[in-house]
């Protein structure tokens, strides 16, 4: 579906997201539950996401989270030339990890 306003064409997408993605990649603050043994995670202005879990692999996802939005905001200081040698390789490394975690099916998180 297609929309014109003000000149500008918007186009609305139906493709299904994978899970993580939305999760690791919308800037919105997270909300974790978690007893100990099974935790959630879900978006705290949107009832879109809930994934569960176990509690050590929903803080890693927490954690990492937290990495790739430092990583985000790092790099909006930089120019791309001038991202110091160490921070580039710490960012391609985690790059790495979110690419090979959406490759992998979304029907591993239960949602």
Request: proline share 3%.
């Amino acid at each position: 579906m297609a929309v014109k306003s003000n000149g500008g064409v918007f186009v609305r997408d139906s493709s299904q997201v994978h899970p993580l993605a939305v999760l690791l990649m919308t800037d919105t603050d997270v909300y974790v539950r978690d007893d100990g043994w099974r935790a959630t995670i879900s978006l705290v202005d949107s009832d879109l996401l809930v994934l569960e879990g176990d509690s050590y692999t929903i803080r890693l996802l927490r954690d990492f989270r937290v990495a790739l939005s430092r990583m985000v905001e790092t790099c909006l200081c930089y120019e791309m030339a001038a991202i110091p040698g160490d921070l580039h390789h710490q960012h391609s490394q985690l790059l790495d990890i979110l690419v090979d975690l959406l490759k992998g099916p979304s029907t591993n998180f239960g949602t």
